[in-house]
């Protein structure tokens, strides 16, 4: 998951993530919860050390092992991905044989409500790269996309509000050409209009009535400082 995951899946776009100089350190995974016992064998083999305290309050769910020797931080989810916005991803991680499916890797990004730099220009890239259809593999899935965000309204508004974000900031990210730059905007635009004129749920239309009077969103679990109780 994550950036390590997008730059994998943008092979096309090498020039412009080295000149981003973006360095990752951080290495995100999913796994499914059948697979959750033989996570500290792997990684205790690849020369990693568990973080004890999370993995036995949070192991069921999230596990964070470290590399001390070369500084890198891998954070491992189960089943879902639990942020600012639950994914319940169990059933698509066979899609694809190394990273999560494109419209998921987007959906992990546009998910964050308090959106970084780094993380719109990751999407900017991603967004560049590939394009839209109706279905995965080597595409954006729209369709899923617009039916998963037409059942939430808090999901919905977060990556609706992100997806513009990322539309104006790519007019001023000069690294793109300009043909570049309008081709991100345009892809932005059409996942936008799929994600508005999809039928939502009556879930949806009343939260919507609430909007932002109420929570919407999650705040995101920071289990490495929380204490234990």
């Known amino acids: 998951m994550g950036a390590t995951a997008i730059y994998y899946r943008s092979p096309n ?35 990693f050390e568990a973080n004890e305290r999370v993995n036995a309050l949070y192991g069921l ?94 999901f919905c508004y977060t990556v609706t509000t992100n997806l513009k974000k990322t539309r104006d900031y790519a007019t001023t990210f000069m690294i793109l050409s300009l043909e570049d730059r309008r081709l991100v905007e345009s892809r932005i635009d059409k996942l936008i209009d799929k994600i508005e004129r999809e039928h939502k749920s009556m879930k949806w239309r009343m939260r919507a009535k609430a909007g932002t009077k109420i929570k919407w969103y999650n705040d995101p679990e920071d289990v490495e400082n929380r204490e234990a109780t």
């Not at 954070?75 to 066979?94: G, P, Q, W």
Request: proline content about 2%.
């Open 61 to 154: 769910r999230r596990q964070i092992y470290v590399d001390p020797k070369n500084g890198r931080h891998v954070d491992i989810f189960v089943d879902k991905l639990t942020f600012c916005h639950e994914v319940d991803l169990s059933r698509r991680l066979s899609l694809n044989s190394v990273t999560l499916t494109l419209a998921d890797l987007l959906l992990e990004k546009m998910q964050i409500v308090k959106i970084g730099e780094k993380d719109v220009r990751d999407t900017i890239i991603f967004l560049r790269e590939h394009e839209l259809s109706d279905q995965d593999d080597e595409t954006i899935n729209m369709d899923y996309i617009a039916k998963l965000l037409a059942d939430d309204w808090g």
């Open 13 to 47: 776009s090498k020039n412009l993530i080295d000149a981003m100089n973006r360095p990752l350190t951080d290495l995100d995974f999913m796994t499914l919860s059948k697979y959750v016992r033989h996570i500290p064998d792997l990684f205790e083999s690849l020369g």
